[in-house]
């Protein structure tokens, strides 16, 4: 995300256009060292168990950049996140007799899918020009086993022009084995978007509040989501959790037949990946009204995985250097560190880590030589061959690092290719959000009945 504009395209679907109010402050550092030698014991409370409900979650690289550097995003919040967008992750839904391939968003609470025929509209099109190609697959055929809904209109707009409309209706949704009986989705025909043949839909993962807003205004009832109804009428926790591999099913499997590599979505627990259970860290999920100033909305109610760390520290590591808990300034040759909090979004629907401007102005210029801005991207890129920083987020004391390879993206290069693009980029007014990029490098629980997160560091795979 480079910059989030506040005019989003609402008129296509009826929906009112909503402000974006900035934030202000630029950001200060002070110098603090990491301790690579640490001893954590672990901590019992954290203890969540594996789950025997999860689905394996491939990741797709999309080819070619779409609608330049913003991408396809989802919005149903009055400030949609934009995505610079070039990974995504895609499970298999069975929805009815069906299997739908969707984009896996933890960003919004919707759960959509195309259908044939629809109409693909462009920002730029006219009548008798080209017809355009919103690139979504076969979607879903027939009509929903339960019926649609009314005089109800489904429609989520996007802040680089992209939409969706449709109808509600009704149809059984199941994953890894667990059910949402009768469950509210939407069939979408009509649509500007950038697709390119994978997906035909998209399953939101947020609270049910979500569902409920057009721009800052709740004008429609809330209902429950895929996740939630899964929840209230299974015997399962009610939390999920993700854990995302770079090199997805690539390398060689385990004694289990699944691969270290694979990325997963789990239900009611944990992910059959390994992490280090000595880093477990939690911290309270925060209501939507934590980001009144981007969103305007005043409310209580938990909506997105909105936290606030602790702190980000960044530099060029002294690896015989210590600190205790990552919180004493020790000496020059450590880890500069800010402290200044400010809400942000657990994503998996976003690329990038979204930070404010001056907290990644300090993360590129520790790059050597520092990371340069290319007009032509919108994007930080550095030498593919600079020394990377070390970049890590305290969450609940504990602090995880992101592995070079998500820092310095080797994947995604600048058209001479010598060029790589930097795992984090700035935007001051936000929201700011921790993406793929960071989400690589841990194991996230998303415990709704608890309204916390908790995250513990993947073992280096």
């Not at 890129?381 to 998500?406: K, R, S």
């Not at 693009?421 to 194991?443: A, C, H, I, K, Y």
């Amino acid at each position: 995300m480079v910059s989030l504009a506040s005019f989003v395209l609402r008129a296509a679907v009826g929906l009112a256009p909503f402000a974006s109010l900035s934030t202000a402050g630029l950001l200060r550092g002070e110098v603090v060292e990491r301790n690579e030698q640490a001893h954590r014991p672990e901590r019992a409370a954290f203890r969540d168990a594996v789950t025997t409900h999860y689905v394996p979650m491939r990741s797709h690289v999309a080819t070619k950049p779409q609608g330049g550097a913003r991408l396809r995003r989802r919005s149903n919040v009055p400030a949609s996140l934009t995505n610079v967008h070039d990974i995504y992750y895609i499970i298999d839904l069975l929805v009815g007799n069906q299997t739908i391939p969707v984009s896996v968003d933890t960003g919004s609470s919707d759960t959509w899918m195309v259908q044939h025929p629809y109409q693909c509209v462009s920002y730029f099109w006219t009548p008798g020009g080209t017809q355009p190609d919103c690139g979504l697959g076969d979607g879903f055929a027939g009509n929903l086993s339960g019926g649609n809904i009314p005089d109800v209109i489904f429609g989520r707009s996007y802040t680089d022009g992209t939409f969706v409309q449709g109808f509600f209706g009704y149809e059984d949704v199941s994953i890894g084995g667990l059910t949402a009986a009768h469950q509210r989705v939407a069939i979408v025909n009509l649509t500007y978007w950038y697709g390119d043949g994978r997906t035909s839909g998209l399953l939101g993962l947020g609270y049910p509040f979500m569902t409920s807003l057009n721009g800052a205004s709740q004008e429609q009832p809330m209902y429950d989501p895929v996740f939630t109804t899964i929840w209230k009428n299974n015997p399962i926790l009610p939390l999920f959790s993700i854990a995302l591999s770079r090199d997805d099913g690539h390398n060689a499997t385990t004694g289990t037949g699944v691969s270290e590599e694979t990325s997963f979505l789990a239900l009611g627990g944990l992910p059959p990946v390994s992490y280090d259970a000595a880093t477990w860290a939690r911290t309270p999920i925060k209501p939507v009204s934590a980001m009144i100033d981007q969103w305007g909305i005043d409310s209580p109610e938990q909506g997105l995985y909105i936290i606030d760390a602790e702190a980000y520290v960044y530099g060029i590591a002294n690896k015989t250097a210590g600190i205790a808990n990552n919180t004493t300034a020790v000496g020059a040759d450590g880890l500069s560190k800010n402290a200044t909090q400010f809400p942000i979004i657990v994503d998996v629907g976003s690329t990038l880590t979204v930070l404010p401007k001056k907290l990644c102005e300090d993360v590129y210029n520790a790059f050597s030589p520092p990371a340069e801005y290319l007009h032509t991207t919108g994007l930080f890129y550095a030498l593919c061959n600079a020394t990377v920083p070390e970049f890590g987020v305290q969450i609940g004391g504990q602090t995880f690092f992101v592995a070079a390879q998500d820092l310095l993206r080797q994947t995604a290069r600048d058209p001479s290719g010598d060029y790589c693009r930097v795992g984090v980029t700035d935007d001051d007014s936000g929201p700011w959000v921790l993406g793929v990029t960071f989400l690589n490098n841990v194991v996230a629980v998303f415990d709704v009945g608890n309204r916390e997160m908790r995250f513990a560091a993947r073992q280096k795979y």
